[in-house]
């Protein structure tokens, strides 16, 4: 099965796993699945981190590389056509714009997306399989 960990999620396995939801660690932790990160993850969080609103203590945005490369995440580029067709995706009570493109990523390959956000529930009708 092919993952995409959400930023809280990535955040959380690296850093608190005790965090995560018992589904969500089992399907991280299974050998047979493939986990990515998507590189808007990474956008989100140096953005985060340089406006103040995300502190990592003894951690820099750009040590996170290193650090998904320790734990076999893989980094999932943005792939231009799925940027390209972002608009198609439906605007719901959800606005984060780099959630709804990690869903978008989600949906569009056919990943499982693990995250704690029920908000994202209302995109499983669009085709998004989420767990946690």
Known sequence: MKLLL??????WSLFDPSKLGKKA???I??????????VVTF???SLKYGLG???MKGVTP???LDYAQQMDIDILDLDPKEAATFHELPRLAH?????RLIVWQAIQRDFVLISKDRALAQY???GLKRVW
């Open 53 to 55: 609103k995300l502190e």
């Open 6 to 11: 959400d930023t809280h999620t990535f955040l």
């Open 62 to 64: 750009g040590e996170l």
């Open 124 to 126: 499983e009708q669009f």
């Open 29 to 38: 932790c299974k050998i047979e699945n493939d986990v990515f990160a998507s």
């Open 95 to 99: 606005k984060d714009p780099f959630d």
């Open 25 to 27: 660690l089992e399907g």
């Open 43 to 45: 956008w989100e969080i």
